[in-house]
């Protein structure tokens, strides 16, 4: 069975940090770009950001550029969303994703089950 499954989200104060991981099983997660998505409450759920399947090319929302910083270990299946300087507005539950081609082209194949991240005195 192919499963993308997130675990890290927890509830942190603001300025604290998180890391996200994303782990597949079911398939190789080389040849894929991967990308962490985010929804909150009431809100569309955006991209936060991506990376190739070689880990050479990276992507961010604005909204979390130099905060955040996502990498891989293709060896490890995984892929981390390093989360600091969080704000309340992080809020949300987040998904990875894997893309259907090796770069970051938006088309999604595979979605994970999220996991919550709540920023909160």
């Known amino acids: 069975q192919l499963q993308l499954v997130e675990s890290g989200g927890d509830l942190v104060q603001p300025g604290g940090s998180l890391r996200l991981s994303c782990a597949a099983s079911g398939f190789t997660l080389d040849y894929y770009a991967v990308g962490w998505f985010r929804q909150a409450p009431g809100k569309e759920r955006e991209g936060v950001s991506c990376i190739s399947n070689n880990g050479g090319s990276t992507k961010y929302a604005d909204s979390v550029k130099g905060r955040f910083t996502i990498s891989r270990d293709n060896a490890k299946n995984t892929v981390y969303l390093q989360m600091n300087s969080l704000k309340p507005e992080d809020t949300a539950v987040y998904y990875c994703?894997?893309?259907?081609?090796?770069?970051?082209?938006?088309?999604?194949?595979?979605w994970g089950q999220g996991t919550q991240v709540t920023v909160s005195s």
């Open positions: 994703a894997a893309d259907r081609y090796y770069y970051c082209s938006g088309l999604i194949d595979y």
